[in-house]
Nanobody, 120 residues
Framework: QLVESGGRSVQTGGSLRLSCAAS????????MGWFRQAPGKEREGVAV???????SYPDSVKGRFTVSRDDAKNTVYLQIDRLQPDDTAMYYC?????????????????WGQGTQVTVS
């Protein structure tokens, strides 16, 4: 089970930290990813963190998004800085990586329900 939280309405330039709490066996899987989907757009990967702590980001969010994990809490975080209106989306975390491209949504088996981020 994956449960996201932390989404809310914020002003341009602000910051947010999203959380994703995972059940034990899901958390221990090799990759956990953060994805977002804006209305009318495809779901896109914004951050991935592996069990060894290595991270990946698309160029579009590098420098503003930071993914981290707290193994003691089975929780993955997504820090978003300098928020822009284009960041408005439902944000999801995912696990159960199937191999291949780590930022591709179709490579993940388990998904949370999402948390809404609105930037104005």
């Amino acid at each position: 089970q994956l449960v996201e939280s932390g989404g809310r309405s914020v002003q341009t330039g602000g910051s947010l930290r999203l959380s994703c709490a995972a059940s034990g066996y899901i958390y221990k899987m090799s990759c956990m990813g953060w994805f977002r989907q804006a209305p009318g757009k495809e779901r896109e990967g914004v951050a991935v963190i592996k069990s060894d702590g290595s991270t990946s980001y698309p160029d579009s969010v590098k420098g503003r998004f930071t993914v981290s994990r707290d193994d003691a809490k089975n929780t993955v975080y997504l820090q978003i800085d300098r928020l822009q209106p284009d960041d408005t989306a439902m944000y999801y975390c995912a696990s159960g990586f199937l191999g291949g491209a780590t930022l591709a949504p179709d490579r993940y088996k388990y998904w949370g329900q999402g948390t809404q981020v609105t930037v104005s």
